[in-house]
């Protein structure tokens, strides 16, 4: 192996550019001609629109156009969609409420988009959109998804009756409920997976270009799926033919799910680039993205999980409401089915699981997944559960945990999955060493004489990733397969071009991609070229999310890299006289095993483009193409320890250790999987302890700004110890499991867990605050 190949520690090569100031955004975008978009959003949750003036915006500097819903609908732009199908149980499909990219009839939420001006700068944009004037009938709103499902809420749809959009259950009731109705034990809680604001680095953006002389439209796009943006577009909302449509997804800083969708952005600034004549470009500030940005979990949940007289569990019954906001978002239906309720086994031996989940409209923004994606909401009930079923059987959490592992593998679970491999026990064991588990006791005591409150929590998580078979999302009411694309190009020189669907928006593929083809070929990583996010230069891919790129997308260039090995293989051999198979690659040459007979790579390369000395029958060029469609979903798995320290004057809680053992398979470098799992825990510390979203009751968002959302910082953070075990998995040809998203499952319930072992009580709300925590404090003194 070559030190830049698979397992080295290798720096991330588009780093440079990151950190140079040299990264190109959407915002970078130039075309000539450009002007500036500025949307008018409604100020209401909940209103009737009696009447939209905008002539007093029309005749303000600058501007070139102020475009209603109204002009939308007459030119056949169409409502956007979920394009995930969910049935009832009653076996009736969802009710998805119409979504116009501008409404025109009425709104659903604050932020909700009505107007768009288009001007000569982004200030004079802004200024003709305070000046449109638009008269509103304020209607009551409802923003808490329980309430949303009472008789007296108001209706937001008039296609989902009391605003239920479905009624889902999967697994069997009659064994559960028999379960625990046999129990010797049963534990039950409300578990309430708070709201959050995804926020990339890079706000949303969208640049649209539509060239009337060759009748052709271009989108730059902050997405993580520029090719699914452009079928879904021209398939589904008419903005253009597919043909005549080019999305580029450039630089994108940051996603986290939310920019997997497609909104209104998008189509509005293509569409008013036709309407112009001109180029238009949209940037969001940190507010509309606040306002507008998918959000991610807002689950009520309640649970009974049942233990027989051994403490083994012999049944979960979940009932969840979900809160999908005021719109059904491109994915949002799957996050809190499919990938929520298929999870709820979690790593134990469960015989009998039943979930309920009712997910309702409300008038606050869409929510759709946001990194983890309905395994974090999983996870996080079922530890809570876990480690609050332990207390009240007085035994160890790890060791509840332990007894009800499953140890045998393929092991079908009662919600669909197939967990295809793993060690549960190993990850537990690594992460209780590196915690030293045993001498917490005396660390507690420690805490105790310097007036602390010192407590330790673990979660074992397990996720679903690697989003996955094509026939099997389809039955589940997938809209769209989730196989992935590459495109292998040897160039004459023997430089390589890898081109793949995946999307890369931090996750490190310049240069994990190229440590497989350094792998295979022995070139140097400097001599391979990653090309993506452009519909134009790549064939057809699904993007990135569900950690798919690494056991899906790369998959798929391992399947291409086979077949540029074979016909590379055939040409030297041709060249050396030699039978094709003896050919190894080694170090950047083809050889004959075992002689000192070779030809370099880039020979080998130029040969294929000459011509002049090639096989009989064979096609001069050395590229490519693969299609990669996974047999089974990929299932990480590990075990987190979290220890706190409590201030009981101030309610001030420090993470004093934060402990991942994690099982990611085969892991192609280090240095960037670690990279993801500090990320994944910081976005977790974060949801515990400081993220929440938060509406009043008439709808206004009142964590509309970093003054009023806290996000995590250095100060908030420990030192994590990080490691990693490892079963390969068996259904990819690189033994990969993804990683991307395992810090952000895991870390919440370790965090809770900790605080609450450490105050006493069976609960707390997140975001557990200062103000939070002194609250629990007190009350359980009383």
């Not at 949307?39 to 600058?62: L, N, Y």
């Not at 059987?393 to 669909?416: D, W, Y």
């Not at 590379?568 to 051999?573: E, H």
């Not at 008439?698 to 490691?723: C, E, H, I, N």
């Amino acid at each position: 192996m070559g030190i830049e190949g698979v397992g080295a520690r290798v720096a991330r090569k588009e780093d440079k550019r990151f950190i140079t100031g040299a990264g190109r955004y959407v915002d970078d975008m130039v075309v000539p001609g450009m002007k500036h978009a500025a949307f008018v959003r409604s100020p209401h949750a909940h209103a009737e629109i009696k009447k939209i003036d905008i002539k007093k915006a029309q005749a303000m500097p600058g501007v070139i156009g102020v475009l209603t819903g109204k002009e939308l609908k007459a030119d056949g732009i169409g409502n956007l969609i979920c394009g995930w199908m969910i049935h009832s149980k009653d076996g009736s499909p969802m009710k998805m409420g119409a979504w116009s990219p501008l409404a025109f009839d009425r709104v659903r939420y604050v932020g909700d988009a009505v107007v768009v001006v288009v001007a000569e700068t982004k200030g004079q944009a802004r200024d003709a959109a305070e000046a449109v004037d638009i008269t509103y009938e304020e209607l009551k709103a409802v923003v808490d998804a329980p309430k949303a499902l009472e008789r007296s809420a108001p209706q937001i749809h008039p296609e989902a009756d009391g605003n239920l959009i479905f009624d889902w259950e999967l697994g069997d009731s009659a064994a559960t409920n028999a379960a625990i109705k046999a129990a010797a034990h049963i534990t039950r809680m409300k578990i309430v997976n708070n709201r959050l604001v995804p926020n990339a680095m890079e706000p949303r953006a969208a640049l649209g270009h539509y060239d009337k002389a060759e009748d052709h439209y271009t989108c730059w796009t902050t997405s993580q799926n520029p090719h699914l943006a452009r079928l879904v577009m021209s398939a589904f909302y008419n903005v253009a033919p597919e043909n005549k449509l080019r999305v580029i997804a450039p630089d994108v800083g940051g996603g986290f799910g939310s920019k997997i969708y497609i909104y209104p952005e998008e189509i509005i600034c293509l569409w008013a680039s036709k309407k112009t004549g001109v180029p238009v470009k949209w940037v969001a500030d940190r507010t509309e993205s606040f306002l507008t940005d998918a959000h991610g979990r807002d689950h009520v949940s309640t649970v009974e999980m049942a233990f027989d007289k051994d403490n083994r569990i012999t049944g979960l019954k979940v009932d969840t409401i979900a809160n999908l906001g005021a719109y059904m978002s491109l994915f949002s239906s799957c996050v809190p089915t499919y990938l929520y309720a298929t999870l709820l086994s979690g790593q134990y031996d469960i015989p009998a699981i039943h979930a309920n989940v009712r997910a309702v409209y409300t008038n606050t923004a869409p929510v759709d997944a946001y990194r983890g994606a309905g395994r974090p909401e999983a996870t996080y009930l079922l530890e809570r559960t876990m480690e609050t079923a332990a207390r009240e059987l007085g035994v160890s959490p790890a060791e509840l945990r332990r007894k009800n592992f499953i140890t045998a593998f393929p092991h079908q679970t009662p919600v669909i999955m197939n967990y295809d491999a793993g060690d549960y026990a190993a990850s537990l064991d690594a992460a209780m060493a590196a915690a030293d588990y045993a001498g917490f006791a005396q660390r507690k005591a420690d805490a105790a004489n310097r007036g602390k409150l010192r407590g330790i929590g673990m979660s074992c998580y397990i996720e679903a990733c690697g989003l996955a078979p094509s026939a099997a999302v389809g039955s589940l009411g997938a809209g769209v397969g989730l196989w992935e694309s590459a495109e292998v190009r040897v160039n004459a020189a023997g430089t390589i071009e890898v081109l793949t669907g995946s999307h890369s928006h931090g996750q490190g593929h310049e240069t994990t991609f190229a440590q497989l083809v350094n792998q295979r070929f022995g070139v140097p990583i400097d001599s391979v070229s990653i090309v993506h996010g452009d519909t134009d230069k790549v064939q057809m891919g699904m993007g990135t999310y569900g950690s798919r790129s690494g056991a899906v997308g790369m998959s798929a260039v391992v399947k291409a890299l086979d077949k540029v090995e074979a016909k590379a293989k055939k040409i030297a051999a041709h060249l050396l006289e030699a039978d094709e198979g003896d050919i190894i690659i080694e170090n950047g040459a083809l050889m004959v095993a075992g002689t000192d007979k070779q030809v370099p790579w880039f020979q080998m390369a130029l040969a294929a483009y000459t011509a002049h000395n090639l096989p009989g029958g064979m096609e001069p060029g050395l590229k490519e193409t693969s299609f990669y469609d996974p047999s089974n979903f990929t299932f990480p798995a590990g075990c987190y320890v979290c220890e706190v320290e409590i201030d009981p004057e101030t309610g001030v809680t420090e993470v004093v250790q934060f402990v991942a053992a994690d099982d990611f398979g085969n892991i192609i470098n280090p240095m960037i999987v670690e990279g993801q799992v500090h990320g994944g825990v910081a976005q977790g510390i974060g949801q515990a302890l400081l993220e929440g979203t938060r509406y009043d009751a008439s709808g206004q968002l009142l964590t509309a700004s970093y003054m009023d959302y806290a996000m995590p910082r250095a100060d908030d953070l420990p030192w994590f110890k990080v490691s990693t075990s490892n079963t390969p998995c068996p259904g990819n040809p690189l033994g990969i499991k993804g990683c991307g998203e395992a810090g952000a499952i895991g870390s919440p319930p370790a965090v809770i867990n900790a605080i609450t072992d450490a105050i006493g009580i069976t609960d707390i709300a997140m975001p557990a605050s200062p103000s939070t925590v002194w609250a629990a404090i007190r009350g359980t003194k009383h």
